[in-house]
């Protein structure tokens, strides 16, 4: 798996390659940064972790590199998963068709491309699921309920495809009215916690017709998936 855009610190890829292994005992992690500043950084503390000085296992399965979106792995070998949180915020819509397609075009044969964007905590995170021949597509949401306003919160950190798209004759705008109205008419699920009033919401989406994926079990940690069709821009006549 490829970390594309670790960040300022190796601890994002870390975490990641922690909690997959727990999945998939044979996972790397290839954290890649367009920074060489960050990838040394990276290595250092890699190092540490190597030592047994920090509390991630010394034999993680984590390596550091230069590189963006050509997504360059040693050997030629082709990811099975590349995760590019953040790294297209900074870029015209105009340029996100282009970036999954360089991005797309490393992954190996059913590989997936995960892009998306999360607040600084990752309470807030939405992600579009691209496969290998660059096509979106789903779109999934992924909230931290306790607290949650209104799901719509969450518009502020679309990706890139879709951040500009929140407007009235848009279909991501009509699905985050439907849901904010179903969450509002769940409030009465909230004496049983916030996760399930959230499932009460999605389940009355699913009812009137929202094509909502996933098992009632992904629901219950705040998550959300609607096939890409569901959000896809609006092209003009």
Known sequence: MVDLGFGASAVTALELEQRLRTARADVEVLGLEIDPAR?????????????????FTTDARVSFALGGFEVPVPSGRRPSVIRAMNVLRQYDETDVAVA???MSARLAPGGILVEG?????????????????ARPVSLTVSLR?????????AAERLP????????????????????DREW???????????????????????????????A?????????TVPWSVVAPVEPD
Not at 39 to 55: I, P
Not at 162 to 178: K, Q
Not at 185 to 208: H, P
Request: glycine letters at 10%.
């Open 117 to 133: 964007t999360c607040d600084e905590l990752g309470r807030i995170v939405t992600w579009v699921e691209v496969g290998a021949d």
């Open 39 to 55: 990838v040394a950084r990276a290595r250092t503390q890699l190092e540490a972790v190597r030592r047994g000085t920090t509390h």
């Open 160 to 179: 890139k495809a879709l951040i500009h798209r929140n407007v009235p004759g848009e279909r991501v705008h009509t699905l985050w009215a439907a849901l």
């Open 145 to 153: 309920l306790a607290d949650l306003e209104l799901p719509s919160i």
């Open 216 to 224: 009632r079990s992904r629901w219950r940690l705040g998550e959300m």
């Open 184 to 214: 509002e008419r769940a409030a009465g699920m909230s004496a049983f916690g916030a996760s399930q009033r959230w499932r009460a919401a999605l389940g009355a989406m699913r009812d009137t017709g929202w094509p909502i994926e996933g």
């Open 100 to 102: 999954w397609g360089t």
